[in-house]
């Protein structure tokens, strides 16, 4: 393996711009070497903003002449699966942006497409990478809570739309709405958490009382409601999971509500309990740990080492590492594909009216 591995970003948005390139150039011996967008005057722009040395209009150019090690898919939901494909299909280890695909079918795709190109497929579930849910996660992985049993997952935007009438809000190219876009980081959360059991059943509903109002726009993305805009997915979602080992989880998502935003997960345990919850327990010490003494309950606060830099900084770095040493990352396809096939399965129980069986 080279000592220096180059990156090359598929899509030159909002994620590549933020996330993406910055997290590549926080880890020593990773270059950026090139970015592509359909959009081609996007790209030339963000290369030249961002000293990235070329600039391509699609990604199969880009791939045959850069021939990275590293490639980043950051396009919309849709485009997940052909350009993963493709890239590693041209020999780069993939890091894809969240959710995997549309489909679990296509997920499982990109799985086996990375297992025959020999190369690593992670997922853009960056908060895994957050200090205060890594120390949650030793919490749990310590046995603290006993037997665990019952999760309630939940991230809601109060008005937070992204993108209103661009690809965000058109299923044919996001494939969901709120659940798919940020319910997905906290189911990835909690299936981490649990040790990603096998879901047996799914009920869920979803409602769009905002989008199709053209209410509830969040402060990203287009800042105005564009005639004829397309508002087709959902702007809240609730679902009930069963897993194979008895435990349950309920989970809601927003991207608009009246009611307070926030993530809050918490894990239920025989012995404890552990709650991430940023906004009762504040920014600092945001997951506490419950239990009871002899003779008291007991609440005390994670405690977790902060580090510089950010959860995409964070995410890249492991990613990397464990290319270089031969390990698998820390999400893996399967897990990324996991995520999929639950929140597909939250769609199709609702479109249907009833419980969907795995
Ligand atoms: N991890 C996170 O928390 C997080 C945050 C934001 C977005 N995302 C994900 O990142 C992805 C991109 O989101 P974004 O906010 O950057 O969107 P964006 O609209 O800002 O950028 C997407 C870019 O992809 C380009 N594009 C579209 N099709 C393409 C193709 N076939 N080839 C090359 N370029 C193409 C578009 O022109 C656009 O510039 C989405 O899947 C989204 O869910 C993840």
Not at 23 to 45: I, K, L, M, W
Not at 304 to 319: K, N, R, V
Request: aromatic share 10%; charged share 20%; glycine share 12%.
């Amino acid at each position: 393996m080279p000592k220096t591995l180059r990156a090359a970003v598929i899509g030159a948005g909002g994620i590549a711009v933020h996330g993406h390139i910055p997290g590549y150039r926080s880890v020593p011996d990773v270059e950026v070497a090139a970015v592509c967008d359909t959009n081609f005057e996007r790209a030339r722009q963000v290369a030249r903003d961002m000293g990235i040395p070329n600039a391509y209009p699609d990604a199969a150019s880009m791939l045959a002449a850069v021939k990275p090690d590293l490639g980043s898919v950051c396009v919309p939901n849709v485009f997940h699966k052909p350009m993963t494909i493709t890239a590693l299909q041209a020999g780069a280890h993939v890091l894809c942006e969240k959710p995997m695909a549309l489909h679990y079918a296509d997920a499982l795709d990109m799985v086996q497409a990375a297992k025959t190109a020999g190369r690593s497929l992670t997922v853009g579930h960056h908060t895994r990478f957050y200090p205060p849910a890594a120390a949650m996660y030793d919490y749990i992985a310590s046995g603290k809570l006993g037997e665990l049993y019952y999760v309630k997952a939940s991230y809601l935007r109060r008005s937070g739309i992204p993108g209103y009438g661009s690809w965000f809000t058109n299923k044919d190219l996001a494939g969901g709405g709120a659940m798919l876009d940020i319910g997905c980081h906290i189911l990835d959360l909690a299936l981490w958490f649990l040790g990603h059991p096998r879901p047996l059943t799914v009920s869920a509903s979803t409602f769009a009382k905002f989008g199709p109002r053209a209410k509830g726009l969040g402060g990203w993305g287009a800042d105005h409601f564009p005639a004829g805009a397309r508002f087709d997915v959902d702007d809240l979602a609730t679902a009930f999971v069963r897993f194979e080992n008895g435990v349950t989880m309920t989970i809601d998502a927003s991207w608009a509500g009246h009611g307070t935003d926030g993530q809050r997960l918490q894990i239920f345990g025989t012995e404890g309990g552990v709650e991430l919850n940023d906004k009762a327990f504040g920014k600092e010490l945001p997951v506490h740990y419950f239990a009871e003494a002899a003779d008291a309950l007991t609440e005390e606060p994670v405690p977790y080492q902060a580090l510089p830099g950010s959860s995409y900084d964070h995410e890249i770095a492991a990613w990397v590492e464990g290319i270089r040493n031969g390990r698998p990352p820390l999400i893996t396809g399967e897990q990324g594909a996991a995520v999929v096939q639950i929140i597909e399965a939250m769609y199709l129980s609702a479109a249907a009216g009833k419980e969907v069986r795995l």
